[in-house]
């Protein structure tokens, strides 16, 4: 199984842009690369997903090096809102299972 | 609107008890999922379903049972043998991968909050 590594926290301010590595040194030829967000009891929301280079949708961006041992999600100018978990998942592509392994996320505080 | 309905929002579990937690989705989605979540912690695996009449064990699954009788539901049950029960629990679903590069995004509820009276 592909482990990820991720800060536990990180703090930052509204308006700037913030950046979370995401470690992921096993990761196999045919895994994408998930982000999600959790805000407090909620469940985990779908951000953004790619598999090598740069993926970007109106939430976010994430940047993959050709190795693809590691990812960057980026969010532009953060706001208030943005304070929430996340989480950097890869695809678990072994052959009796289709699940994907939560690791304990970053904690992203924004302040004012 | 499709989506993923959890229900109840907050659950309380008597000593000895058995409780089932409701999961419904409307996305027509294949595979369904069961998670569990301590406070400040990530999501754990309990169970999960790629198709009806089919489901295999996550990570945690001692002390809990699920079905799978239809494609829309996956109802979870904390049995009286799960020592801690309380937590969130976040039910999750989604399409079939397809093809060598296929990973389809997990869809999520907004969880029921169980615990002991």
């Known amino acids: 199984l592909a482990k990820t590594t991720q800060p536990i926290s990180m703090d930052s301010y509204e308006g700037q842009e913030v950046n979370i590595t995401c470690s992921h040194n096993?990761?196999?030829?045919?895994?994408?690369i998930t982000w999600y967000q959790q805000f407090p009891s909620q469940g985990p929301r779908f951000i953004i997903q790619?598999?090598?280079t740069k993926v970007t949708n109106e939430v976010a961006s994430l940047f993959i090096p050709a190795d693809r041992k590691s990812s960057t999600l980026s969010l532009p100018r953060v706001s208030l809102s943005d304070t929430a978990v996340y989480y950097c998942?890869?695809?678990?592509?072994?052959?009796?299972?289709?699940?994907?392994?939560f690791g304990s996320g970053t904690r992203l505080s924004i302040r004012p | 609107d499709g989506g993923i309905t959890q229900s109840p929002k907050y659950l309380f579990r008597k000593e000895g008890q058995n409780v089932t937690l409701s999961c419904e989705q409307n996305?027509?989605?294949?595979?369904m999922y069961w998670y569990r979540q301590d406070p400040g912690q990530g999501l754990r695996l309990i169970y999960y379903?790629?198709?009806?009449?089919?489901?295999q064990k996550g990570d945690i699954a001692e002390g809990y049972s699920v079905s799978r009788e239809k494609k829309e539901s996956f109802p979870l049950t904390v049995t009286s043998a799960q020592k801690n029960p309380t937590a969130f629990y976040l039910c999750?679903?989604?399409?079939?991968?397809?093809?060598?590069?296929?990973?389809?995004?997990?869809?999520f509820g907004d969880g029921t909050r169980l615990s002991i009276l």
């Open positions: 998942l890869v695809g678990d592509r072994s052959s009796s299972a289709s699940k994907i392994i």
């Open positions: 096993n990761i196999a030829t045919n895994d994408y």
């Open positions: 996305l027509n989605h294949d595979a």
């Open positions: 999750a679903s989604k399409f079939a991968d397809s093809g060598t590069y296929s990973n389809q995004p997990q869809h």
């Open positions: 790619g598999y090598k």
């Open positions: 379903s790629q198709i009806v009449n089919d489901f």
